[in-house]
């Protein structure tokens, strides 16, 4: 698979999924502002994925809203970049396990701990095979996590803190998901399953 089909699968998932489902209420702002930045590490290489996640991790705290515009005119507002999806179409053991991407999110988070980023920034996995443990195996509620590719979503905590403060009782987003999801056919989830091991 080639990267554009990856670029573009990816950009369908987030617009037709993610977007059009309003599963995530945050998302639409930075998608219009276009302060969302999707990136694919195409190496099978895991510590290249790895340094691929700490160089976004690296970016998105040198694009803050406080970073020097890199020209006197350039505009702030195109210059901050507020989040970013990183995706990982090609390393086997992330494409193969769901446990094994989580391991690798989490060795991430050990990472951001270490260096005192952790309240800075918060990670969210996506995964084609992305199961809650709390819900039954055959709940849809698994589709609000489950992209094409292993995605790793790297989120600034001072703009989660934001948009829950805009948003207010994000506790029932969650479960608002859920019942979206369940109302939904089958054949509807057909092009997301067709990702799946």
Not at 7 to 36: D, G
Not at 185 to 197: I, R, V
């Amino acid at each position: 698979m080639n990267k554009t089909e990856i670029q573009n699968n990816t950009k369908k998932w987030f617009e037709e999924w993610i977007l059009k489902l309003n599963l995530c209420p945050f998302a639409h702002a930075v998608y219009v502002k276009k302060q969302i930045r999707f990136e694919i590490e195409e190496s099978d290489n895991f510590e290249k994925c790895v340094q691929k996640a700490v160089f976004e991790i690296d970016f998105l705290l040198e694009h803050d809203a406080d970073s020097e515009s890199e020209t006197e005119n350039e505009d702030k507002t195109e210059y901050y970049i507020d989040t970013t999806l990183l995706v990982f179409p090609n390393q086997l053991n992330f494409k193969d396990s769901f446990e094994d991407f989580l391991d690798f999110v989490a060795l991430l988070e050990v990472y951001l701990e270490q260096n005192e980023l952790d309240s800075e920034f918060q990670l969210v996995a996506f995964h084609p095979n992305f199961i809650f443990e709390v819900e039954d195996i055959n709940s849809k509620s698994h589709y609000t996590n489950r992209s094409p590719y292993p995605t790793l979503h790297i989120l600034r905590e001072q703009s989660v803190q934001k948009a829950i403060e805009d948003f207010g009782n994000v506790e029932l987003i969650p479960q608002k998901n859920i019942e979206k999801l369940e109302k939904m056919k089958e054949t509807d989830f057909d092009w997301l399953k067709s990702f799946q091991k």
